[in-house]
């Protein structure tokens, strides 16, 4: 006889999980950095004066203008890891979703 063997469907999920575990907490320590770098750009900003356009900003001082550049694109990077962060818990959640209330042969869910 064979000993009883866990369905690989339950091991796909446990690596989906882990997987997703892992990559949660480097993309909670990538934000950290990146909003902690946007914050120091700014921190270390002296006065300064803007103009605002329809298709720029224009500053008096090119540092504090590159400063901005950098925040904008740095904080769009946050926004995408968040985005990609939600789809990939969003997935976990339908395959748990399914695992535990997809079951129609009487089974429990462990």
Same mark, same amino acid.
């Given at each position: /006889? ?7 469907? @339950?091991? *796909? ?7 997703? +575990?892992? $990559? ?27 103009? /605002? ?7 008096? @001082?090119? *540092? ?7 925040? +904008?694109? $740095? ?12 789809i990939g818990c969003a997935g976990v959640g339908v ?16």
């Amino acid at each position: /006889m064979e000993p009883n063997r866990k369905p690989v469907v @339950d091991t *796909n999920l446990l690596w989906a999980v882990a997987i997703l +575990t892992i $990559a949660s907490g480097l993309t909670a320590l990538a934000t950290a950095w990146i909003c902690e770098q946007v914050l120091a750009a700014f921190r270390d900003s002296h006065a300064f004066a803007a103009l /605002m356009t329809k298709d720029a900003v224009i500053l008096d @001082d090119k *540092n504090t203008e590159s400063q901005l550049r950098m925040s +904008t694109a $740095a904080l769009k990077v946050v926004r995408d890891l968040a985005t990609c962060l939600a789809i990939g818990c969003a997935g976990v959640g339908v395959a748990l979703g399914v695992r535990v209330f997809g079951r129609s042969d009487g089974q429990d869910a462990s």
